[in-house]
């Protein structure tokens, strides 16, 4: 460009100021990596009131290579690369390329290279080993030329930008909507939705941000209408004060209730407002459910395009949600029901199957099991003594010892369980058949049905063994009194390495008081 002039161009004079007050504007960044000052000039006065889309340029120099990787690592979201072959070196600016392309994985920012010396970096050569955008001989940058290259360099910059953008929206809703279902309760899944429509929004007009600040707080709320009741049914932040309120009764919310209630169509939408957006939506449920998500960003816009992609399906993953929930409850409370009833015919005092459930549940926390799993053996426990329906009356209600015959016959019930509960595909059956099985196997091996010994027998019912116990001793039964906690517990230790898992014996003990925490009243 040695030879421009800048009476070319109808330019009389090089403004920095006006340049200063363009770079407030919104812009797009260009480095220019040059070693000739002339060349930076000249560039900036040809493009000092240039315009894309309503945002202007924001320059930055460099005048070698060095100079410019550390401009690139500074500022990664550069659109525009106008590099020159030669500076420091002879290749300084291929060098450039390689780093900007295979070492800091750049591959966004447009390379335009610019050259006076061809002989040093021929175009066809370049072109096919380098990862460059244009190649342009500084001799036939003409303004126009420059304009048009930069012009059609920014629209691909920007359509490059877009895709990155709707990638990243995308496996952010995939990452999301994989979580959605790893809640038990309508509440936790509720949270989930609002914590993660308080990520999407806007850094800027170029880049998705999604929040990675754990300690970042969303503040939303969700409603469900019942009854023509907006009741506020999980939140999160400053509203989970209101969770469990009528909506209309919370004088706080009194704004966000009127557009609630604005007459507007109730279908899947979003209402835009000054510090957030209401979303209403209805699934085949029929209830009326809504969302309001606070703009606490403290800068940035949602992003709606995502946040509408990624509710597409909001109300059948709700509808799905409540309906797995009714028929998780619905096996829970039949399943119990059951126990109770078996418990019922045994003539035993007290709650001895919630009892068990219970401790079965803390217990099994202090195993280190997740809570889900946790849940699941409280629940399949209730059913460890299901086989007993098929012992006869006379023996299973006899007010003494049993005889060996009686107790020949009473120590089947362990296989009567499994033959009921064995047949189903159900995980928690499955589980249920397995401690109803082996619960009465010691670590010794000296138990039944199998007589097998310490890891052979399953750890659930390793730990069922422990819990039927101390909850057998201390409590009366039809054929015996209950005796002391101080008692049972001497037998409990005492059969460690017999009876019982020496590990799970320290175990229970050492959480005494956590296990039985919530049994004391049953």
Same mark, same amino acid.
């Given at each position: 460009?040695?030879?421009?002039?800048?009476?070319?161009?109808?330019?009389?004079?090089?403004?920095?100021?006006?340049?200063?007050?363009?770079?407030?504007?919104?812009?797009?960044?260009?480095?220019?990596?040059?070693?000739?000052? $002339?060349?930076?000039?000249?560039?900036?006065?040809?493009?000092?009131?240039? *315009?894309?889309?309503?945002?202007?340029?924001?320059?930055?120099?460099?005048?070698?290579?060095?100079? +410019?990787?550390?401009?690139?690592?500074?500022?990664?979201?550069?659109?525009?690369?106008?590099?020159?072959?030669? &500076?420091?070196?002879?290749?300084?600016?291929?060098?450039?390329?390689?780093?900007?392309?295979?070492?800091?994985?750049?591959?966004?920012?447009?390379?335009?290279?610019?050259?006076?010396?061809?002989?040093?970096?021929?175009?066809?050569?370049?072109?096919?080993?380098? %990862? #460059?955008?244009?190649?342009?001989?500084?001799?036939?940058?003409?303004?126009?030329?420059?304009?048009?290259?930069?012009?059609?360099?920014?629209?691909?910059?920007?359509?490059? #930008?877009?895709?990155?953008?709707?990638?990243?929206?995308? !496996?952010?809703?995939?990452?999301?909507?994989?979580?959605?279902?790893?809640?038990?309760?309508?509440?936790?899944?509720?949270?989930?939705?609002?914590?993660?429509?308080?990520?999407?929004?806007?850094?800027?007009? *170029? &880049?998705?941000?999604?929040?990675?600040?754990?300690?970042?707080?969303?503040?939303?709320?969700?409603?469900?209408?019942?009854?023509?009741?907006?009741?506020?049914?999980?939140?999160?932040?400053?509203?989970?004060?209101?969770?469990?309120?009528?909506?209309?009764?919370?004088? *706080?919310? *009194?704004?966000?209730?009127?557009?609630?209630?604005?007459?507007? !169509?109730?279908?899947?939408?979003?209402?835009?407002?000054?510090?957030?957006?209401?979303?209403?939506?209805?699934?085949?449920?029929?209830?009326?459910?809504?969302?309001?998500? !606070?703009?606490?960003?403290?800068?940035?816009?949602? %992003?709606?395009?995502?946040?509408?992609?990624? @509710?597409?399906?909001?109300?059948?993953?709700?509808?799905?949600?409540?309906?797995?929930?009714?028929?998780?409850?619905?096996?829970?409370?039949?399943?119990?029901?059951?126990?109770? +009833?078996?418990?019922?015919?045994? $003539?035993?005092?007290?709650?001895?199957?919630?009892?068990?459930?219970?401790?079965?549940? $803390?217990?099994?926390?202090?195993?280190?099991?997740?809570?889900?799993?946790?849940?699941?053996?409280?629940?399949?426990?209730?059913?460890?003594?299901?086989?007993?329906?098929?012992?006869? %009356?006379?023996?299973?209600?006899?007010?003494?010892?049993?005889?060996?015959?009686?107790?020949?016959?009473?120590?089947?019930?362990?296989?009567?369980?499994?033959?009921?509960?064995?047949?189903? !595909?159900?995980?928690?059956?499955?589980?249920?058949?397995?401690?109803?099985?082996?619960?009465?196997?010691?670590?010794?091996?000296?138990?039944?049905?199998?007589?097998?010994?310490?890891?052979?027998?399953?750890?659930?019912?390793?730990?069922?063994?422990?819990? /039927?116990?101390?909850?057998?001793?201390?409590?009366?039964?039809?054929?015996?009194?209950? #005796?002391?906690?101080?008692?049972?517990?001497?037998?409990?230790?005492?059969?460690?390495?017999?009876?019982?898992?020496?590990?799970?014996? /320290?175990?229970?003990?050492?959480? @005494?008081?956590?296990?039985?925490? /919530?049994?004391?009243? &049953?």
């Amino acid at each position: 460009m040695e030879n421009i002039k800048t009476d070319d161009f109808g330019v009389n004079f090089y403004d920095e100021e006006k340049i200063k007050k363009k770079s407030c504007k919104s812009s797009y960044k260009i480095i220019i990596a040059d070693d000739e000052e $002339q060349v930076h000039q000249v560039t900036k006065m040809i493009l000092t009131d240039f *315009e894309f889309e309503g945002k202007s340029l924001k320059f930055i120099d460099t005048y070698t290579g060095a100079e +410019t990787i550390e401009a690139i690592k500074k500022h990664p979201d550069t659109a525009i690369l106008f590099l020159d072959v030669v &500076m420091e070196s002879t290749d300084s600016g291929l060098e450039v390329v390689k780093v900007l392309r295979n070492v800091l994985k750049n591959y966004s920012t447009r390379v335009v290279l610019r050259t006076g010396q061809p002989g040093e970096a021929p175009e066809e050569e370049v072109i096919r080993d380098y %990862d #460059i955008n244009d190649y342009r001989l500084k001799t036939e940058l003409t303004m126009k030329r420059l304009l048009t290259t930069l012009y059609s360099t920014l629209r691909n910059y920007r359509d490059l #930008i877009r895709l990155e953008k709707h990638k990243k929206g995308l !496996e952010k809703i995939i990452e999301t909507s994989a979580k959605l279902f790893e809640h038990d309760s309508l509440h936790a899944f509720l949270v989930s939705i609002l914590d993660e429509l308080g990520n999407f929004y806007e850094e800027s007009d *170029e &880049m998705i941000f999604i929040r990675k600040d754990e300690e970042k707080i969303s503040n939303g709320f969700v409603t469900i209408e019942s009854s023509n009741i907006n009741r506020i049914v999980a939140a999160t932040g400053k509203y989970e004060q209101f969770i469990g309120n009528e909506l209309e009764q919370v004088a *706080e919310l *009194e704004h966000l209730n009127l557009h609630i209630n604005s007459g507007e !169509e109730k279908e899947l939408k979003i209402r835009k407002l000054e510090n957030g957006f209401i979303i209403s939506t209805k699934g085949k449920s029929m209830l009326n459910n809504y969302i309001y998500v !606070e703009n606490n960003s403290g800068s940035g816009n949602f %992003d709606y395009d995502l946040i509408n992609l990624f @509710l597409s399906n909001f109300s059948i993953a709700l509808d799905n949600h409540i309906l797995n929930n009714m028929l998780k409850n619905t096996q829970k409370e039949i399943i119990f029901a059951l126990g109770e +009833t078996i418990e019922s015919h045994f $003539q035993e005092t007290g709650s001895h199957v919630k009892r068990i459930s219970e401790m079965m549940y $803390q217990f099994s926390l202090c195993t280190y099991k997740s809570n889900a799993e946790s849940q699941m053996l409280k629940l399949a426990s209730t059913m460890h003594d299901l086989g007993k329906i098929a012992i006869p %009356d006379e023996i299973l209600k006899k007010p003494g010892l049993l005889d060996e015959e009686e107790f020949r016959i009473m120590k089947t019930h362990t296989e009567h369980s499994f033959k009921i509960l064995g047949q189903s !595909e159900l995980p928690i059956l499955k589980i249920a058949a397995e401690i109803a099985l082996y619960h009465h196997e010691k670590f010794d091996g000296s138990g039944y049905p199998n007589g097998i010994s310490k890891r052979d027998i399953p750890l659930s019912a390793r730990m069922m063994s422990i819990i /039927d116990v101390y909850d057998a001793m201390t409590h009366k039964r039809v054929y015996k009194d209950a #005796i002391s906690e101080t008692e049972t517990l001497e037998y409990i230790i005492a059969q460690k390495g017999k009876h019982f898992d020496p590990e799970l014996v /320290d175990l229970f003990i050492k959480n @005494l008081k956590t296990i039985t925490k /919530d049994v004391g009243d &049953m």
